[in-house]
């Protein structure tokens, strides 16, 4: 554990409560300055040693706390960090966090340390423990700049948060690797796993099978199936395994939903300084697998009915799947750019949500976002530390009415930002990838054709659950209905069988929830997806309970 800071009293302080705690552990060292502590941490490197936290002093003369563990990320990259920080820094220092990624800050003093110092790195330490400090092993990717199918396996391995390595198919290595491999242009993506395996031109679910993915179902049969993985799927994951149900969450691409693909939520209850989508994702997924439910990734699910008191999901490769209720949590999806060249292009140059892998991919070019909600905003964040600038099309007069007041604070104190309104892209151009897109502004009642490279999108939300055919009732724009929206004049719905009215998350069929985005009239916000899990949680133990 190193700790580094230029006030003396203050260094000795954090030293001695770190050695009282967790001294017979782990051991302390203590540094005062940036440059004393990276010469400690490169003779650890050269040792052989490993560092679990590092904290760090936000305001230190020749080098700050946020230069020092940018560089000492580089040394020991699974350490996990914090900041040390006076109240009249706290700003500050929450922005640098989003810059650094850091886990948390520390406001000095933190008398007592066992109220406000050592539940902190309890937590530090526990991350570092699940996720361990080895060498990671490394997925080879190897593909072209401009292939959407390299796009779909780079940005399937970063959704399930799989370390890989980007290699381009016409630059030495990436074409090493494809000779080694025995394959020619049509094997791109080539995936290469760390035992060597090499997987030519692989889907996600054949990508997802050899780097540790899990598939296949250890049951035959549940107390609860979830079908989505997004924030009110891994509440429910988490709420129902902990309380003792066989539970199973399927998920089709990744977990996290789109609330994973987010580059920093800071309006989440409990995160005062933000957390990325990864970074709560991957908690949840810890936490759900802490209590034992299983998670299944690229399983599709086509179909759901009841079987007598079964309810039954079934796959696209025709397997299916029993269990006493179901939870469908399959959130919303970005609607298709209605523009002319755009679905052509999607994955060279159109992408729909972050898209965070594109980032770097980014640096110093003109990004374009399509969109006004907060996803939008985020993204328009995330992508400023790269592009030279960002310009956000929205088709309504302002922001006010669709995003959070914060976000558009923050975007209006960033200079390469800029916001058009009463603005639509109409059509996207280019050959091998995208080259140029033409706005319509309604403003001045103009078209105009701008060289665009990078364009995301994050416009409407469809809950896309035709698979459900009739299964469920389903309002006219296929969201599930539930609770007292299937009472239609005091009448309950066709077919139920129950002596009550459904629950309040119960769809048309008994046994069978929604939760989330995908339910109708629900607040599309992270926190009421996850509150909305566990209730749904809660309605099945009633359920269960009265069979």
């Known amino acids: 554990m190193l700790t580094v800071d230029d006030d003396q009293a203050v260094s000795r302080a954090v030293a001695r409560d770190l050695r009282r705690r967790y001294g017979q552990d782990y051991q302390v060292v203590r540094a005062s300055s940036g440059a004393e502590a990276l010469d400690a941490l490169r003779e650890i490197k050269l040792r052989g040693g490993r560092v679990a936290v590092m904290l760090a002093d936000y305001r230190m003369p020749q080098m700050s706390g ?17 900041l040390l920080t006076a109240y009249a820094d706290t700003d500050a220092a929450i922005q640098a966090i989003n810059v650094v990624d850091v886990d948390h800050y520390l406001l000095k003093p933190w008398d007592p340390p066992e109220e406000k110092f050592y539940p902190v790195v309890d937590a530090l330490l526990e991350a570092w423990q699940a996720a361990g400090d080895r060498e990671v092993d490394e997925v080879k990717v190897v593909g072209h700049r401009w292939s959407s199918p390299s796009y779909k396996i780079r940005d399937f391995l970063a959704s399930n948060l799989v370390p890989y390595r980007w290699f381009a198919a016409d630059e030495p290595e990436g074409r090493r690797l494809l000779r080694a491999a025995g394959a020619g242009p049509e094997a791109i ?48 994951a988490v709420y129902g395994a902990s309380e003792g149900l066989r539970t199973v969450l399927v998920e089709r691409r990744a977990i996290g939903g789109q609330a994973g693909q987010s580059s920093r939520i800071e309006n989440y209850l409990g995160f005062p300084d933000g957390v990325s989508g990864a970074q ?11 209590f034992e439910a299983e998670v299944l990734t690229t399983r599709d699910v086509v179909g759901l009915e009841a079987r007598g008191s079964a309810r039954v999901v079934r796959f696209s490769d025709g397997d299916e799947l029993s269990a006493h209720t179901v939870i469908i949590a399959t959130g919303v999806s970005y609607r298709p750019l209605v523009a002319s060249g755009a679905a052509e292009l999607t994955g060279r140059g159109v992408y729909y949500g972050s898209a965070a892998t594109e980032g770097p991919l980014c640096a110093g070019t003109h990004v374009y976002i399509v969109g006004g909600a907060n996803s939008a905003g985020q993204a328009a964040l995330f992508f400023s530390r790269y592009a030279h600038r960002v310009t956000i099309l929205v088709r309504g007069d302002s922001l006010e009415r669709s995003m959070s007041y914060y976000l558009i604070q923050q975007l209006a104190a960033i200079d390469n930002i800029v916001v058009r309104t009463r603005c639509e892209v109409i059509e996207a151009h280019g050959d091998e990838h995208l080259e140029a897109v033409t706005v319509r502004d309604s403003n001045e009642g103009t078209a105009v054709t701008l060289p665009c490279e990078h364009l995301f999108v994050f416009i409407g939300a469809e809950p896309r659950t035709e698979w459900l055919g009739g299964a469920v009732r389903r309002d006219s724009r296929g969201f599930v209905c539930t609770g007292p929206d299937l009472l239609v004049g005091g009448q309950r719905p066709a077919g139920w069988d129950r002596d009550r009215d459904p ?16 339910r109708a009239n629900s607040v599309k916000r992270v926190a009421s997806a996850v509150g909305e899990g566990a209730m749904a949680v809660t309605l099945v133990h009633k359920y269960l309970e009265a069979q």
């Open 66 to 82: 946020v230069d020092f563990l940018e560089q000492a990320m580089d040394l020991f990259p699974r350490a996990r960090r914090a």
């Open 189 to 236: 993506p080539l995936v290469v796993t760390p035992a060597g395996q090499a997987l030519t031109a692989p889907t996600t679910a054949e990508v997802a099978g050899v780097v540790g993915l899990s598939t296949a179902p250890v049951r035959g049969f549940y107390d609860l199936i979830i079908i989505g993985g997004g924030p009110a799927g891994l509440g429910a």
């Open 280 to 290: 709560l994702t991957e908690r949840a997924r810890r936490q759900a697998g802490k």
């Open 503 to 518: 629950f309040y998350l119960e769809s048309s069929v008994p046994g069978i929830f929604a939760a989330g985005d995908v």
